[in-house]
Structure formats: C-alpha cells, structure tokens
C-alpha cells in the first residue's frame, strides 16, 4: 500500500512540474510616455558622417512574414544587429514568395557603415559661409569647366542644406 501511494505521488508531482513549464512563444511590449505642457522645445539637426568599410560585406535574412515591407525591415535589424553597425550602405534584397501560406522571406548584401563625427549642422552652414565664392569657382573651372556658366548665372550666395537656415 505505501508503495502505491509512493507511486501515485510521484506521478501527482510529476504531472505537475510539466504542467508547470509551459512555454509561450509571444512578446509584449510597452513604453511608457509623459507628455509635457508649456514647454518650448527644439530640436536641433544633426549631421554625421558614414564611415563605410568596403571590405565587410554584411548579409541577413528574414524569417517568414506577412509583408514584404515587414521582411526588409527584419532583415536589414538583422543586418544590424548581428554586425554591430549602424546602418547598411548599398543594399541588395533577395525576395522570395511562398505561395501556398502567402508569406515573404527577404536576404539583403550591403556593406557596413558606422556613424562618425556628429555635429550640429549649424556648424556645417558657418563654414560654408566662410566660403568665398571666387575660390568655389577656381575649383569649378580645375575640376569642371563645363559648369562654369551655370555658375555664372546664380547671383545667388545663399546656400541651402536639407531646407535648414541659421536664425538670425
């Protein structure tokens, strides 16, 4: 009798301990947000520069996805992420379709760039004001003659760069 009841609460236990590791196979995500009343932000623009290095070819692929979109934008996080970059100079997809579940797989080939010497980009604009325009010419004519009178025809001095101009 004792071995009986020994028997039956092993099992009980047993029966358990698997009931108990479940696995789930989803995620959730949350972030939370404050929003913020009578204050005058402003953001500043930022440039940097991309430092690409042509000899690190990056590849990566998707999993299975409903949209293609959804498939490059996994491939090129995983792109990414497994390289450890910042961004995917040049990129290549390969799409493949499955058309029995309707479903997306996309491999994308780049080469790897990091982001370098970021800087406002008022920066940029103050050293093109200290540009004179004779020498832009001079370089023009060495480099490119033929733009010389499109050159010539713009009055203009002023310089724009992404629709960003210096408050004054």
């Not at 039956?8 to 108990?20: K, M, N, P, R």
């Not at 540009?131 to 003659?145: A, G, Q, S, T, Y």
């Amino acid at each position: 009798m004792k071995t009986i009841s020994k028997i039956a609460l092993i099992s009980i236990v047993t029966i358990l301990s698997f009931a108990s590791c479940k696995s789930t196979s989803f995620y959730t995500y949350t972030s939370r947000t404050e929003k913020i009343n009578s204050v005058q932000l402003q953001a500043t623009t930022t440039l940097v520069d991309i430092d690409v290095d042509f000899q690190h070819r990056v590849t990566a692929e998707s999993g299975w996805c409903l949209s293609e979109k959804n498939a490059k934008d996994e491939a090129l996080y995983n792109a990414t992420i497994q390289n450890k970059i910042d961004i995917i100079v040049d990129p290549i997809f390969k799409t493949e379709y499955n058309s029995r579940t309707k479903q997306v797989k996309v491999s994308v080939v780049g080469f790897a760039g990091k982001y370098v010497n970021p800087r406002p980009a008022i920066q940029d604009i103050q050293q093109l004001k200290d540009v004179d325009m004779e020498n832009i010419e001079k370089h023009v004519i060495l480099n490119n003659p033929s733009v010389l009178p499109a050159l010539k025809q713009s009055k203009e001095n002023n310089v724009t760069i992404n629709n960003y101009s210096e408050k004054k």
